[in-house]
């Protein structure tokens, strides 16, 4: 009898230490507005936040600062139509790092960041740059002959 209160009292206990650490470490608050999220970037107090945008549904969680850098793990949750061509990324992520009291939207500032995400993200950007190059090789070399015309 005594050593089943004790075996009862022992798992309460252990119970009540892993919710403790989970409310303190493992689960992070979410915003609900554009204006929480930006509070807390500017601060670098660690959230969640939806961004919700015409292109693609962005996941935002706030990790904290790394190396004097406000560290940003972006994750893209649903791609949108369009002409982005991002359907495939749907789940990757990225780590951004802005300097602490900045705030911007990471998947617009790929320069910041880095992990698999962006890589697919430029190697999109490249394609596309590559396939508008070839459409419009010869404008682009009759706007080069005019500059170079006009400096001669």
Not at 104 to 120: I, M, N, T, V
Request: negative net charge; aromatic residues 8%; contains cysteine.
């Amino acid at each position: 009898m005594r050593y089943t209160k004790l075996i009862i009292f022992a798992v309460i206990a252990l119970v009540l230490i892993a919710l403790a650490v989970y409310t303190s470490f493992v689960r992070m608050p979410k915003c609900q507005t554009f204006e929480c999220y930006e509070e807390n970037m500017r601060q670098c107090k660690q959230v969640q936040y939806l961004n919700d945008g015409e292109e693609a549904t962005w996941r935002y969680k706030i990790l904290g600062i790394q190396d004097g850098a406000c560290v940003v793990e972006v994750t893209l949750l649903q791609p949108k139509a369009g002409e982005l061509g991002i359907e495939k990324l749907s789940g990757y992520s990225m780590e951004c790092g802005f300097p602490k009291g900045i705030v911007a939207y990471p998947e617009k500032d790929l320069g910041s960041c880095h992990g698999r995400l962006k890589e697919e993200m430029q190697e999109i950007i490249i394609k596309k740059l590559h396939t508008y190059i070839v459409k419009n090789i010869g404008e682009i070399d009759d706007t080069l002959q005019l500059l170079v015309d006009g400096k001669s």
